[in-house]
């Protein structure tokens, strides 16, 4: 018989982001869940204790500039800040020069990671 517990379960901490290109989104997705339940005021001082490099270096010169009073809207400054402007038509123009250099499994996991950034993409 299972025992059960009370207590929520914890989501894994969330990795440092660094700044590097294309990755915002799923680290906003990772620290949405590790903050979920904080008040609005905390999340975002948790959350600034997980940038690295060049968006600490951002989160620094920004933060001295603007009062950022939560984690919604740090999680849209950061987006705005660190996706790319055209991230579809970036995409797109990945796929466009897209060739097979390895295996068929890295093939599809290299088109699947592509498509996720073309929204209104069909199969056909």
Known sequence: ???TND???KPNKPSLFSGKSGTIEAWCSHMDAYVSGSEPDEACCIACTYLDGEAFTWWQSYS???SVPDWDTLRTCLIRRFN???KVQAARNKMHSWRQLKDV?????SF????MDIPDITES
Do not use: E
């Open 1 to 3: 018989m299972l025992a």
């Open 7 to 9: 207590r929520a379960a």
């Open 64 to 66: 001295a500039a603007t």
């Open 84 to 86: 790319p402007l055209d």
């Open 105 to 109: 499994g890295s093939f599809n996991k």
């Open 112 to 115: 699947l990671s592509i498509v």
